[in-house]
C-alpha cells in the first residue's frame, strides 16, 4: 500500500505541493491528475526518495520513505519501487535484459538468475525479441515496454509512473496502460500513475486530483 498523510513541500516562499493525504490499496490503480505547476511530478519524487517533503509523510509498504538515509533510499528504489519515467533512461551500453535485470545485479544476485528474471519480464511486456539488443536499435514504444519490464521485475509490489504515456502514440500508450493495470491485479501491486491523459484516467480505480491547493479524491 502506498500511503500519503499531509504531504507537503514549500521552497523558499513558494509552495510547491500543498497538502495531500491519499492512500492506494494494494491490488489498485490510481491517477494522479492536476495542472501543470500543481506538484505531480514533486509528490512522485518524494515517493521515490528523491525529493524531501516539507510537511507530512509517505508510507510505501510501511517504509517511511523520508527517513532513510541516502543510501537505504537507493536501496529501496532498487528493491521495493517500480519505477516508470516518461524517459524511458536505458543504459544505450547494454542490452535490454541487462537493463531489466540490473537493479538485481546491483544487488548482488547471480547473473544467470537475474538475467532469467529479466527475461522474463521481457515476455511480459512483448519484448522477449529485444532481449539480446541494444536501446539504440528501439522504437519509443519499445524502449517504454524494457522501462516497464524493469519496473514490474521489482521484487517489491509498489510502482509508480509519472506521465508513462506522454511521449506515445495512442496504440503503445493503451499497451503500456493495460501492463500496468494487469500487473496491479495479478501481484496485488499498489500503482500510482501521474497522467494527463483522459484515457488513463478512465482506466484507473481512483483519482487524485491537486488542484487549487488541495487534493480531490474520486
Known amino acids: 500500500m502506498i500511503q500519503v498523510r499531509s504531504l507537503g513541500v514549500v521552497r523558499g516562499d513558494v509552495t510547491v505541493l500543498a497538502e495531500t493525504s491519499f492512500e492506494v490499496p494494494d491490488g489498485t490503480v490510481t491517477a494522479l491528475v492536476g495542472p501543470s505547476g500543481s506538484g505531480k511530478s514533486t509528490l512522485v519524487r518524494c515517493l521515490a526518495g528523491l525529493a524531501a517533503p516539507t510537511t507530512g509523510t509517505v508510507l510505501v509498504d510501511g517504509v517511511d520513505v523520508a ?15 517500480g519505477l516508470v519515467f516518461q524517459d524511458p533512461e536505458l543504459l544505450d551500453e547494454l542490452t535490454a535484459a541487462e537493463n531489466v ?8 544476485a547471480p547473473r544467470r538468475t537475474a538475467l ?9 511486456v512483448g519484448c522477449e525479441h529485444l532481449a539480446g539488443l541494444r536501446p539504440g536499435t528501439f522504437s519509443r514504444g519499445e524502449a517504454q515496454r524494457v522501462a516497464l519490464a524493469r519496473a514490474l521485475a521489482t521484487p517489491g509490489r509498489s510502482v509508480v509512473a509519472d506521465e508513462p504515456t506522454a511521449s506515445l502514440d495512442r496504440t503503445n500508450g493503451r499497451l503500456v496502460v493495460d501492463l500496468l493495470v494487469r500487473h496491479a491485479r495479478e501481484h496485488g501491486a499498489a500503482t500510482l500513475v501521474a497522467t494527463h491523459d483522459p484515457e488513463v484516467v478512465e482506466r484507473c480505480d481512483a483519482v487524485v486530483d491537486l488542484r487549487a491547493g488541495a487534493a480531490v479524491v474520486g
Open 67 to 81: 527517513r532513510l538515509g541516502a543510501a537505504a533510499q537507493a536501496a529501496f528504489r532498487r528493491d521495493m519501487l
Open 101 to 108: 535485470a540490473l537493479p538485481r545485479l546491483v544487488a548482488g
Open 116 to 124: 532469467e528474471a529479466a527475461r522474463a519480464a521481457l515476455a511480459v
